[in-house]
């Protein structure tokens, strides 16, 4: 089992950062890839991106391509996602997940994803 909690989250203006961190319970999390979504008021959760069990491939939504960066600390058992130039329509839950140690690949969609945390929420100003 993966536990996961989300920090890092609140409320600022557009063109601002914020970087969220998740830390993760158990022994496998050097072998879970790892991901960040987002959940919007009244819309379906959304992939945001996506990194690798050694963090050496990245993936990420065209939406925040160029913005975000998502990065991981094996050492620590956290995975972060930094957010520059903020953005009003990047307002919503973001969630941390992890696959489980048995999938070695990055993933897109929400069911490639076994573990998932209780969310941040992130509210851009404008």
């Known amino acids: 089992q993966v536990q996961l909690v989300e920090s890092g989250g609140g409320l600022v203006q557009a063109g601002g950062s914020l970087r969220l961190s998740c830390a993760a319970s158990?022994?496998?999390?050097?072998?879970?890839?790892m991901g960040w979504f987002r959940q919007a008021p009244g819309k379906e959760r959304e992939f945001v991106a996506a990194i690798s069990r050694s963090g050496g491939n990245t993936y990420y939504a065209d939406s925040v391509k160029g913005r975000f960066t998502i990065s991981r600390d094996n050492a620590k058992n956290t995975v972060y996602l930094q957010m520059n130039s903020l953005k009003p329509e990047d307002t919503a839950v973001y969630y941390c997940?992890?696959?489980?140690?048995?999938?070695?690949?990055?993933?897109?969609?929400?069911?490639?994803?076994?573990?998932w945390g209780q969310g941040t929420q992130v509210t851009v100003s404008s």
């Open positions: 997940a992890a696959r489980s140690a048995r999938w070695e690949g990055l993933a897109r969609t929400l069911y490639e994803y076994d573990y």
């Open positions: 158990g022994r496998t999390f050097s072998r879970n890839a």
